[in-house]
């Protein structure tokens, strides 16, 4: 048996394209003859797909966003009952020169050759996440293919606006503080050495201020550019020990520990596993199996290990919210509505809501912290400045009032 895709016109006049399984192209023909189809151009699918792999090369690495694109227009297709295999070449249609047409494609190819497509999709783990793809193969088995990639195109969309707001409190002010840091040791490098120069006339003691300033700028330009190396060694030096999981988990734990960013850390890493919970239970996936997956979007090693914890206790017979309350490391009210959830039987609708408190709570904190942030290191930069024209000028001012 060979794959055709066929271009037809049905009784009523309308124009129809799909593909269809037949032992030849006459075959194939006759097939849709018989369906009240009339054929106008047909395609060995295997083929068609050949030229197509050989026409566009993968691009590169599919990003976030284009996926979330992708996931959001296949599922429109397939819960509008169009076949899985045309649902895929319509969308990998809709993206010129990107990573993702080539993907799809090679996944229309191999669901065309008779394998499903969550293992198409696992064949391509960078890619498709081990989330995606045990959501799809629940979908698939459930037949509920089409809800579940609706539900996997909202995580993705609330996934990524939780990504902006986190490059919306950390890049900016990164940015800021670069840049105010940047004019100081301008100031500091440049300006000072320059009109300090003009003090050695004056045969007085300068101000406390305007040594200390003094003294400042020279270390800087003796020694600046070695701090500043010593700083990135030490960056990089961090950055390596991390990867060590003991070092990582004491990391976490002290990350965790601190009073307002600690508990940001642990509302986002509750929030994503919330959501991915919810997406799993609602597609159908045993609990036990969900909550192994959703350990894994967890990016704090001390919480990765508490969900390993509530995995041993469940699979010994204790209720997710008791172990989850036993682990003391998620928030009480995300426990508590699980708990409740799972009384009321209905515990993946609880997720949802836990994850949708959570990245509400994220949001609103980011957004006080952002509106007070801006306006301190504008306020620091300033008074920085200030200081350094305070240090510039007493000299001057002291000289003319000895001259009076």
């Not at 023909?29 to 566009?56: C, V, Y």
């Not at 996997?152 to 990164?174: C, F, H, N, S, W």
């Not at 597609?283 to 995995?311: R, Y």
């Not at 036993?326 to 959830?341: R, T």
Request: charged residues 20%.
């Amino acid at each position: 048996m060979q794959a055709f895709d066929y271009e037809a016109i049905t009784v009523k006049g309308k124009t129809k394209r799909g593909t269809i399984m037949a032992a030849n192209a006459r075959a194939a023909r006759r097939d849709l003859r018989a369906q009240n189809l009339t054929p106008l151009k047909m395609n060995e699918a295997n083929t068609q797909h050949t030229k197509e792999k050989t026409a566009r090369k993968p691009k590169g690495k599919v990003s976030k966003r284009i996926l979330t694109q992708a996931t959001r227009q296949l599922s429109i297709l397939v819960k509008a009952d169009t076949p899985v295999s045309e649902a895929l070449k319509v969308t990998a249609l809709q993206f010129e020169n990107s990573a993702m047409r080539e993907s799809l494609l090679n996944i229309r190819s191999q669901i065309l050759e008779g394998r499903k497509m969550s293992d198409a999709l696992a064949a391509q783990p960078d890619t498709y996440s081990e989330l995606y793809c045990s959501m799809v193969a629940s979908g698939e088995a459930g037949g509920q293919l089409g809800h579940v990639l609706e539900r996997l195109a909202i995580d993705l969309e609330a996934a990524q606006k939780v990504r902006r707001q986190i490059m919306g409190a950390t890049v900016y002010p990164i940015v800021l503080s670069v840049v105010a840091l940047g004019v100081i040791v301008i100031l500091m490098t440049f300006v000072v050495p320059k009109v300090v120069s003009q003090f050695d006339s004056f045969n007085q003691e300068l101000p406390k201020l305007t040594r200390m300033t003094i003294g400042l700028s020279e270390w800087i330009q003796e020694y600046g550019f070695w701090a500043a190396g010593v700083i990135a060694l030490l960056g990089f030096g961090g950055s390596q020990a991390l990867k060590v999981k003991t070092v990582r988990f004491r990391f976490d734990k002290i990350m965790l520990s601190l009073p307002f960013i600690g508990r940001l850390n642990r509302d986002l890493n509750a929030a994503r596993f919330a959501r991915t919970m919810s997406g799993l239970l609602e597609s159908g996936t045993p609990v036990l199996q969900a909550l192994d997956t959703a350990k894994t979007t967890l990016k704090n090693l001390v919480m990765q290990e508490a969900t390993q914890s509530v995995i041993d206790q469940v699979r010994e017979g204790n209720s997710v919210g008791n172990a989850l309350k036993k682990v003391a490391v998620f928030p009480p009210l995300m426990v508590h509505m699980i708990a409740s959830g799972e009384t009321s039987g209905d515990l993946g609708q609880m997720f949802t809501i836990a994850a949708e408190y959570l990245e509400g709570e994220f949001e609103s904190s980011t957004t006080i912290v952002l509106s007070l942030l801006e306006p301190l290191i504008i306020v620091f930069l300033g008074g920085v400045v200030l200081l350094i024209v305070a240090a510039i000028f007493l000299p001057i001012l002291r000289l003319n009032s000895l001259a009076y």
